[in-house]
């Protein structure tokens, strides 16, 4: 049997299973991503009733039928995480009716190309809110390969999850152990000030020859600044090289959260001349020590109480210089640093596996058709 070419309503089937028993609760509930990822959740769910709550169980998928203000794309979400959940009454849940003719996560493969997203985004339906509706979705057209021509593309992809997620697994061991530490020193060490262990440097990218503009997220990580700079002087940002920090104070109020990067490249980059730049003062502390420490959770909170009122509840650099960082000897810093480095090389590796994935999809898609229709 060779290619068929069908409406995908002929191979899946709704689901409509409610929370009837509150079975799960509040740590249950989740949400689906426009880059197809299960998260929890983020709407306020604190006066819903989560009778009316849908579950989701193995090998089903639940979508979002709101495509815009979803990035030109749709929600949509595939439970192979190994757990069930539930979502809000809003979502659709469904699953693929009969597996001898299309694997489900065949069709995960299917849904997660971004042909799949202009699709969707092209047949909404609506004025100031758009939406792609269980009906737009079963007549959503599918080229379907054999069985074992689907399983044999599904088992490139799944071997790539496999190990995306092997990584993601050993990174809750090392913050374990991260955690573990900090809290020792926290007790044991002595206190020192941000300001007797970092210096402030200004270096201009006076020559032009810097492009890489990067910015910091809230998540403590450099990212490419999403700043129009079609018009910007480059010469005026300043040069960040490695092993150096960079901060952006000015909505710590805001954010619940410090702005604070230490950057690993070794070739520089440039960031906005708002940010200040650090480096370190002293060699009685390591880099990644330091970034362990404000990178907790508990740093964040103290920064988000010691910001000013202000509009913009900016956090001031000369009550960020008090902040205390607990110092225990360099050899026990090293031994934390030691599971930093690894737990940085490996959600690098998550990132790029992930970005991996993203981009194999229409491959494995358009080269098992060409296989079927050979």
Sequence with gaps: MGLIKKKLGLF???VERRNSGLKYGFDDVRGVSNTKEIRPTKADITDRSFTRFQIVEHQEFVFNRRTTRMGEKIGLGYNNIGEIFIVTEDYVVFRVADESLLLPDYLNIFFRRP???RYARWDSWGSATEFFNWEEMCDVPIDLPPLPVQQKYVDVYNAMFANQ???ENGLDDL???I???IEEFKHTAPRVAVGQLLDETDTRNRDGAITNVQGININKEFMPSVANLSTTDLTKYKIIRKNQFAANFMHVLRDERIPFGLYHENTPCI???AY???QLRTKKVLAEYIMLWLSRAESDRYAWFIADSSVRGGLDINRFYEIEIPLPSLEKQQAVVNFYN???LIQKNITTLGNMLKDICPILIKGSIEEAGA
């Design 271 to 273: 960031i906005s001349p």
């Design 165 to 167: 997620r092997a990584y």
């Design 12 to 14: 899946i089937e709704r």
């Design 175 to 177: 913050h374990t152990a």
């Design 342 to 344: 690894a737990r940085y």
């Design 179 to 181: 955690a573990a530490s």
């Design 276 to 278: 200040p730049v650090f």
């Design 115 to 117: 042909e799949f997203d």
